[in-house]
Each structure stands twice: as structure tokens, then as C-alpha cells.
């Protein structure tokens, strides 16, 4: 038997079965796997499972002025949200903001995946390690350096302004273009990721075959390297599409109050309203929404794998 | 005119262009990162640019801000404590998930990983709903319960990890040879899952330390912790005091990033 690396579970127990050994052992394991998950279990249950569930109850009682919950059954929480046009508005600003930022994080999350995905570079652990590296740096630090960035004194203003291009600064925060710009470059790390994963059937011999064949540069970048790399672009894209849709640091820092997505409107029927059923309807709103598009990305991503 | 003939067809312009290009992508990315590091040096009075000349005021006067000492004081002892709890409950399921075998794994597997799955302001609301009646609002243990859920799956798959890339024959081995099963794991599993072990840790830390969704919904009045004293900063103002409080932030994740990367490796931790 030629011993590798990576070993299917078969062969691993065949590897374990030497005598009664297996048995006893197995026998043993019947409880030992279930001590080993108890812990984790209760942990999940108490921080995960039943916050959800109380929530998903709540939003089926109904909300009365300072805060008190009447206990009941009703749909009264759905139905608002759902026949006012005001809450439409803001599922359709959510969703769009989702769609401009997953398109523009992929288009400028693209180049750099390729480039690590080809780079025979020495630096390229390096590299990528830059690349992923934002991912675990505080996403309030990172939002108030594009407020540094992109405020009315900021950056970006400042310069135009040395340069004697704009007399009156360009508004780039409290508004859309703002959380847009922020919350794209914050999920790129995540849309890299995805992207170089699903790079999988992308390899240099096929450009270089439809290179000597006669194809231009082009003609291979468009017929053979975005095909087959479209599978990662679609991972990634909907990837930022999910986060983007839930994300509240940067819509509520960088929106500075004047940008009204679903998550930012979460917070505000709690802390500003007290209306808690209202805010778990909206909450269990935002998790179907979530929840759809979770089922979608998870079927491309065994397609892709298989 | 021969010269320049030969080395023409060397030289694609597309090749330098691409070079261009992802340098500024790079730069876009890193940028707020290397601009809070500009900001906390300036000694401008008020946030703007260009920078007038180079202080350390801005550090000088980290230790007198009380909100932010505070905040730090707490958001280390949850980070700590989430760290230690999360390690506990995570690596022995882990183990499980791994050198098991039992019905409904793959479920189990899922469950583990699924609270990355949901928005963290859905189950920050769910969280203060629960957390309320219960009186674990604005305590440490309920922010610590909080942080429990979003930092299970980064210790699971990460010890995971390091459990799939080696075999079981080892530990099959030490068993023959008269060990117990508590001297196999000490002796043979635990070397083995080291690595898994201390990225998932440090994971699990900094992910607690940086969170801010769930400590504000949790114990946002009575136990702020620091990102949530950010948060209320920077609401109010830009300017370029809460700047070096950033970079000691982004140093901290930065020693993360360098822990994860050596013992792993980033990529591998993340996915």
C-alpha cells in the first residue's frame, strides 16, 4: 500500500483496524464524539440558535409606544413594512446598493486575482497575504479612514482643491457615492478570495494553445481567460452582493444618517424607536432576502467545485 | 534600426500596463489603512491636508482619554475570555467532526459554520431581544455569549484544517504501542493541531476585539466596548485624534495577520 498524504477515510480506518483494537475503540467512540460536540453544541445554542428563534418570535408580536411589546400573534409587523412605500424604498436603495457594489468590487478585485492566480513572483505569499490581510483590521478603522479620505477636508478635496480644480469641495461623504466607494474597497479582500478559488480550470497552457493558434491578445483575453474565470467573478460577485445587503458600519459612518438601507433602518426602529417587533420583521425581511440569495451562491459554488 | 527590431517583439506594452494597474488596486486597498497612519503623525489642529509637520501629540494623548482606555480595558478582557471559551467548545468539536465518524456530520459541520452566514445586525437584534428579560445586557457576559457565535467557525475550520492535511495513522500507531488515548491525543493529536489551534485563537481574538455590531446592540449604554467608542467618535467628528487610536488597532491585527500567515498561512485560514 503506497502511503499518501491524504488519505480517504477508508483507508484510514483500514489503517486503524489492526485487530480487536477497532472495535473496542469504536465502541468508545460512540460516546466520545458526543462529549467531544456537547460543548460547542450548548455554546451555539445559547449565542445562535436561540437568539434567532426569540427574534423570528418577536416579530410577530406587536409593538406599542416606549417600547412595550404586546404579546400576541400578528402579521401587523409584515404587513407594514410591506405595504408602506418608504420601507420599498429602502429595500430597493439596499438591493441597489448591493448590485453597484458587488459589480464595481468585482471589476476592480479582478486584476489583482489574476495577477496572484498567474504570479510565479517569489513575493507572491507576500502578496497575497497583503491582499487578505484588511480582512482582519477593524471595519470602523477602515471606514473612518475613507471619511479621512473622502470628507469635505479630506484627501480627495484637498488635493482638487491645491490643484485649483473644484472652488467648492465635492460631496463624498453623508451620501451614497461615499458608503459605494467604502464598502467596495472593504469587501475586496472577500471578493479576491472568492475569485482565486474559483479560478480552478483557468491555467496558463490553454491562453498560450489559443495564442499559437492565431487568437490576438485580445481574442484570448475575452474568449478564453474571462470564460473560464467566470465562475469566480460569479462567486465573488454575489459574495459582496450578500455582505454588501447587510453590512451597517459603513452605510450608517460614511451614510452619516442621510443613507437609509435595511440594516441601518434595523438599528434605528431599536434604539431611536423602541419598536423591537418592527425590528425583527425587518430583520427577518433582510435574513429571507439573505437567505435566497445564500441558496443561490451556495448551488453555483457545488457546481463549480463538481 | 536591427537593434530595435529584435527587441521589439520582446516588449509587450500590455505587460507593464497590468503592473500599473494593480499597483493602484493595491493602493485603493490599502488606502485608508495607510492614510489613518498619515493622519496620526500630522500636526494639523483640524483634519486636513497636506500634513503641516510631524507629533506624536495624537499617541501623547491616547493615555489621558478615558472613553478610550475604558473601551480598551473591555473590549480586552471579552476578547480574551471569547478566546479562551471559544477554544474550548471549538477544537474538541473540531476533533470530533474530524475523527469521528457518526450520523449527520455534514449537518453538524454546517451548524458550526452557519452563524458566518447570517447578517450580524440580525443576530445582534436577536442577541439584545434575548439578552434583556435575561438581564445579560451591558455585562460582560453577554457581549462575551455574543461574540461566542461569529468566532466558533473561524476555530473550527481553521483546526479543521490542520487535522485534514495530516493522517490518523500516527495515533493509530501510538495506540498500538500501549498509549491511552488521552496520552495519544497530549502526545501525537495535539502537536498535529498546534498550528489550527493558534490560528483559530488569534482569529477568534481579534475578530472579538474588532466587533462592533453586536457590542453596540448588546452594551452599547453601560459597556462600550473600544470599537463601539470608535464608532461614537468618529460619528461626531473626523478628526485626527481617534487616528492614532487606529493605528494601534490596525499594529494589533497586523501581529494577527503576521501569527496566522506564519503558522498557516492566510489564505488557507480564511477561505
Redesign the interface.
Known amino acids: 500500500m503506497t502511503v499518501t498524504k491524504t488519505q480517504t477515510p477508508a483507508v484510514r480506518r483500514a489503517g486503524a483496524a489492526e485487530g480487536d483494537l477497532e472495535l473496542a475503540s469504536r465502541r468508545r467512540n460512540r460516546r466520545t464524539y458526543l462529549v467531544l460536540l456537547l460543548p460547542g453544541l450548548l455554546g451555539l445554542l445559547v449565542s445562535f440558535v436561540f437568539p434567532l428563534a426569540y427574534m423570528i418570535r418577536m416579530s410577530f408580536n406587536r409593538g406599542a409606544p416606549d417600547g412595550v411589546i404586546e404579546e400576541t400573534f400578528t402579521l401587523d409587523t409584515y404587513i407594514q413594512p410591506l405595504t408602506d412605500p418608504y420601507y420599498w424604498r429602502v429595500t430597493l436603495d439596499t438591493f441597489q446598493m448591493g448590485v453597484t457594489v458587488g459589480l464595481l468590487c468585482v471589476l476592480v478585485s479582478y486584476p489583482v486575482a489574476l495577477f496572484l492566480a498567474r504570479s510565479t513572483s517569489k513575493y507572491r505569499g507576500l502578496l497575497m497575504a497583503i491582499a487578505i490581510a484588511p480582512l482582519l483590521t477593524s471595519a470602523v478603522v477602515r471606514t473612518y479612514g475613507w471619511m479621512v479620505i473622502l470628507g469635505t477636508n479630506g484627501l480627495v478635496n484637498s488635493s482638487l482643491k491645491g490643484m485649483g480644480l473644484i472652488d467648492t469641495p465635492l460631496k463624498l461623504t453623508n451620501n451614497m457615492t461615499g458608503v459605494t466607494i467604502g464598502l467596495v474597497e472593504i469587501f475586496m479582500p472577500y471578493a479576491i478570495l472568492a475569485m482565486i478559488s474559483g479560478f480552478g480550470r483557468l491555467s496558463p497552457q490553454l491562453e498560450e494553445a489559443a495564442g499559437s493558434l492565431g487568437a490576438s491578445k485580445l481574442q484570448v483575453f475575452t474568449r478564453v481567460t474571462i470564460p473560464l474565470s467566470l465562475p469566480g467573478i460569479l462567486t465573488a460577485f454575489l459574495l459582496v452582493f450578500v455582505l454588501s445587503i447587510s453590512t451597517f458600519i459603513t452605510p450608517r459612518l460614511l451614510g452619516g444618517g442621510s443613507v437609509q438601507v435595511l440594516a441601518t433602518e434595523v438599528y434605528d426602529q431599536t434604539t431611536g424607536l423602541l419598536n423591537w417587533p418592527f425590528a425583527a420583521a425587518l430583520s427577518v425581511i433582510l435574513l429571507i432576502l439573505f437567505g435566497l440569495i445564500i441558496a443561490v451562491y451556495q448551488r453555483l459554488t457545488k457546481k463549480i467545485g463538481g | 534600426m536591427s537593434e530595435a527590431r529584435l527587441f521589439k517583439p520582446r516588449f509587450?506594452p500590455?505587460k507593464p500596463a497590468?503592473g500599473i494597474?494593480?499597483f493602484l488596486?493595491?493602493l485603493?486597498?490599502?488606502?485608508?489603512?495607510?492614510?489613518?497612519f498619515v493622519?496620526s503623525f500630522a500636526s494639523n489642529q483640524?483634519?486636513?491636508?497636506?500634513p503641516e509637520g510631524f507629533t506624536l501629540k495624537w499617541y501623547g494623548m491616547l493615555p489621558e482619554e478615558s472613553t478610550f482606555m475604558n473601551g480598551m480595558r473591555v473590549s480586552i478582557i471579552v476578547a480574551v475570555i471569547v478566546t479562551v471559551?471559544?477554544l474550548?467548545?471549538?477544537v474538541?468539536?473540531a476533533?470530533?467532526?474530524d475523527r469521528?465518524?457518526?450520523k449527520a456530520k455534514g449537518v453538524?459541520q454546517s451548524?458550526?459554520l452557519?452563524?458566518l452566514?447570517?447578517?450580524?445586525?440580525?443576530?445582534a437584534?436577536?442577541?439584545?431581544?434575548?439578552?434583556g428579560p435575561l438581564k445579560l445586557t451591558n455585562t460582560y457576559a453577554g457581549i462575551i455569549?455574543?461574540?461566542?457565535?461569529i468566532t466558533?467557525p473561524f476555530v473550527?475550520r481553521t483546526t479543521m484544517m490542520s487535522l485534514?492535511?495530516t493522517?490518523?495513522?500516527c495515533e493509530?500507531a501510538a495506540?498500538?504501542l500501549g498509549a491511552g488515548?488521552w496520552t495519544a491525543f497530549r502526545r501525537i493529536t495535539l502537536p498535529i493541531i498546534q498550528p489550527g489551534v493558534i490560528a483559530g485563537g488569534v482569529?477568534a481574538f481579534?475578530?472579538s476585539f474588532?466587533e462592533?455590531?453586536i457590542s453596540l446592540?448588546v452594551a452599547?449604554s453601560g459597556l462600550p466596548t473600544l470599537?463601539v467608542q470608535?464608532?461614537r467618535y468618529?460619528?461626531n467628528s473626523?478628526d485626527a485624534a481617534?487616528?492614532a487610536l487606529?493605528v494601534i488597532?490596525?499594529l494589533i491585527?497586523?501581529a494577527?495577520?503576521v501569527v496566522?500567515?506564519r503558522v498557516m498561512?492566510?489564505?488557507k485560514a480564511?477561505?
Do not use: K, Q, W
Not at chain 2, 117 to 123: D, E, N, R
Open positions: 509587450n500590455a497590468f494597474l494593480v488596486l493595491y485603493f486597498l490599502l488606502a485608508p489603512l495607510l492614510i489613518v493622519v483640524y483634519l486636513s491636508f497636506p471559551v471559544v474550548a467548545l471549538g474538541p468539536a476533533l470530533a467532526l469521528f465518524e457518526f453538524v451548524f458550526f452557519s452563524p452566514l447570517i447578517p450580524s445586525i440580525v443576530l437584534l436577536g442577541m439584545v431581544l434575548l439578552f455569549i455574543g461574540h461566542v457565535a466558533i473550527i485534514a492535511t493522517d490518523t495513522s493509530a495506540r498500538i488515548s482569529i481579534i475578530v474588532d462592533a455590531v446592540f452599547e470599537p470608535v464608532l468618529v460619528e473626523a481617534v487616528a487606529s488597532l490596525i491585527s497586523l494577527v495577520v496566522v500567515e498561512g492566510l489564505r480564511l477561505r
